[in-house]
């Protein structure tokens, strides 16, 4: 499967209908982004169960922001909607097929309850805090 070109309408859409998305932001200025770029399309031919995607960093600004991009190449994996490994430079051959190795035997469950007791943490710290504000003033 040849890689695909996200964009701020169809982002959300590819992530949320695929079980494993993986994300390439780069920019058409950026050598380590060429020289990467081969290879991910080879590992886009070797999986045809995975979507590998990109985002051009200069027209998509937004979504870079959103995800805050600092370093190009980024490559973010994202799994059943939840990012599970983001890493900016370029990934050798090797490397990006141990990756997607290690993302397909990922325990989803147990990721999903790990998310979601991030999730109550946050919300119990906000919480917190809200009050703690309340009493000074």
């Not at 695929?18 to 081969?38: E, M, Q, R």
């Not at 190795?101 to 119990?124: F, I």
């Amino acid at each position: 499967m040849a890689t695909i070109e996200l964009n701020k309408t169809n982002f959300e859409e590819t992530i949320n209908a695929n079980g494993i998305v993986i994300v390439d932001f780069w920019a058409p200025w950026c050598g380590p982004c060429k020289s990467f770029g081969p290879v991910y399309e080879s590992a886009s031919e070797k999986y045809p169960d995975v979507v590998f995607a990109k985002v051009n960093t200069e027209e998509e600004r937004e979504l870079a922001g959103y995800f805050q991009i600092r370093s190009i190449p980024t490559l973010m994996i994202f799994r059943e909607k939840v990012i599970v490994f983001s890493q900016p430079g370029a990934v050798p051959g090797a490397a990006l097929d141990e990756l997607v190795g290690k993302v397909k035997e990922l325990d989803m469950e147990q990721v999903h309850k790990e998310v979601q007791a991030q999730q109550e943490q946050a919300q119990q710290e906000q919480a917190q805090q809200e009050q703690a504000q309340q009493v000074k003033s």
